[in-house]
């Protein structure tokens, strides 16, 4: 049964802490967005080794296997979005509908093994990506297709709130 979309524009992250999982924008700098990722990585791997893995909690909640699943190609997703903004000045993001990319890679189906090492694997290149940005590269804009603005910073900050977010969901 296919989750209700969560249409919110989570935005709102990057000017105050989130209540839910207690993520705070404001502390992330250039120097703590890869650690951050790699550090996420085991408690993702130990979350997808649950036998209950797979196992909605609810009809309207994701099970820690579809949340993997989803934070394995925002991993992607940034790292692509990340390189733009550094290529291309005032990169525009095309739409990225994360539950009809749910449905059509049949998140609920994947195998927890394959999901833990494709996620480890993303995740480690998108921290090795923003290691490597410059201290000038930080500044450089990108703009989503809602209009939403971005620098590398603050694309980092709401990068890791979805991350960070989706392992407070898990318990992870």
């Known amino acids: 049964m296919p989750i209700i979309p ?3 524009d989570w935005t709102w992250v990057l000017s105050r802490p989130c209540p839910e999982c207690g993520f705070d924008a404001s502390t992330v700098t250039p120097s703590t967005v890869p650690g951050t990722v790699t550090n996420m990585l085991p408690r993702w791997r130990a979350a997808l080794r649950r036998p209950d893995v797979a196992e909605r909690p609810d009809d309207a909640t994701w099970s820690v296997l579809e949340y993997a699943s989803h934070v394995r190609d925002v991993f992607s997703l940034f790292d692509r979005r990340l390189n733009q903004m550094l290529t291309e000045d005032n990169a525009r993001f095309e739409n990225w509908d994360q539950d009809r990319t749910a449905i059509e890679k049949d998140y609920a189906n994947a195998d927890p093994a394959v999901v833990s090492s494709e996620l480890t694997a993303e995740g480690q290149q ?4 923003f290691a490597g940005v410059r201290q000038e590269q930080w500044v450089r804009r990108g703009i989503r297709s809602n209009g939403s603005e971005f620098t590398v910073l603050t694309l980092a900050q709401y990068f890791l709130h979805d991350v ?8 992870g």
């Open 126 to 129: 998108v921290a090795e990506s």
């Open 164 to 171: 960070v977010h989706h392992l407070h969901d898990v318990d």
């Open 6 to 8: 969560d249409e919110k």
